[in-house]
């Protein structure tokens, strides 16, 4: 049984994907990602994708180490700079791929120290399931909080001996990353988050025994969260009931916002699918650094 969040990526796929076609497409993302990442069958727009330069970066692949696994990732920063701004980019269910890198370049490009860990390596490798449904319920539904929680702190430290500044750490994420934002921003060692559609509600599980409702009223930091008002996987009522625990929570909660966004579906900020909603993805783009600068990380 899928949450309707990731029943709402599955049906984001375009009409008539082929195996053939999937297996171009993780080509095509693996030669603009660099070899070593993964790239899972996500649906691609007939246009290009939004591509962010490297010059001026540093930019590849690194591992940190977390409980003897060596955990993958992708950064980007500005060449030549120390004493950074963190952001911890956090994946879609598809794992690490361009899109995820590019934005981490886009964060580089503000000034930031960006890094995108593979939340889910030890379960399995995205490009291998070709199929959505696989890919969620052989890899992702596998993955547990936890495990999640103690690689970003992993990425954390990783960032802090290599040019970041971890006195200013925010974290951001899209979709399956949204949840993760709300729940590391009740615990880690960030000044604030940004969720991009997250969900918000879910039954507890052994691997993911809390949900952002559960953790409302404890913030560590404050979130913006950025939804659709036309998105099918998270009911605007459970943004409702989420508002309404932040207001009974701590200082941080309190102060979390919301921006619903008129007419736009999940995933309006994934230049690379059909639901990229061109507006709504550059305020959205704009109100992070605006949030991320309002609280002290930039």
């Known amino acids: 049984m899928l949450p309707e969040d990731l029943k709402t990526e599955f049906n984001s796929l375009l009409p008539g994907q082929t195996t053939e076609q999937g297996a ?7 030669v603009a990602l660099g070899v070593g990442y993964a790239a899972a069958a996500v649906p691609i727009m007939a246009q290009t ?17 977390v409980n003897g696994f060596k955990v993958p990732a992708f950064y980007a920063a500005p060449t030549g700079k120390t004493k950074l701004p963190v952001v911890l980019v956090i994946q879609e269910i598809f794992g690490v791929h361009e899109y995820i890198a590019d934005t981490c370049r886009r964060f580089a490009k503000a000034g930031y120290l960006a890094i995108a860990p593979e939340l ?27 495990q999640v929680m103690a690689d970003l702190d992993g990425a954390v430290q990783w960032a802090g001996a290599n040019g970041g500044d971890t006195a200013k750490v925010a974290i951001t994420g899209f979709c399956w ?51 659709g008002e036309k998105d099918d996987g998270i009911p605007l009522d459970t943004v409702d009931k989420m508002k309404a625990a932040l207001a009974t929570g701590t200082a941080a909660s309190r102060a979390s916002q919301f921006v ?25 783009w704009k109100r992070c650094l605006e949030w991320f600068k309002a609280h002290g990380v930039a």
Not at 24 to 30: C, V, Y
């Open 24 to 30: 171009t497409r993780r080509t095509a993302l693996q």
């Open 49 to 65: 994708a939004i591509k962010t330069s490297s010059e001026g970066l540093k930019t590849g692949e690194i591992t940190f180490e």
């Open 120 to 146: 889910y390596a030890r379960q399995g490798d995205p490009s291998e399931h070709g199929e959505m449904a696989k890919l969620i319920a052989e890899v992702v539904s596998k993955v547990p909080d936890a």
């Open 177 to 227: 990353g949204g949840r993760i934002t709300w729940l590391y921003a009740a615990q880690g060692p960030v000044k604030a988050g940004v969720a991009w559609y997250g969900r918000l509600v879910g039954a507890s599980s052994a691997l993911t025994p809390k949900h952002p409702i559960d953790v409302a009223s404890v913030m560590r930091a404050p979130v913006l969260g950025l939804y």
């Open 260 to 284: 619903v966004y008129p007419d736009a579906p999940h995933a309006f900020h994934a230049d690379y699918r059909p639901s990229f909603r061109q507006g709504p993805a550059e305020d959205g």
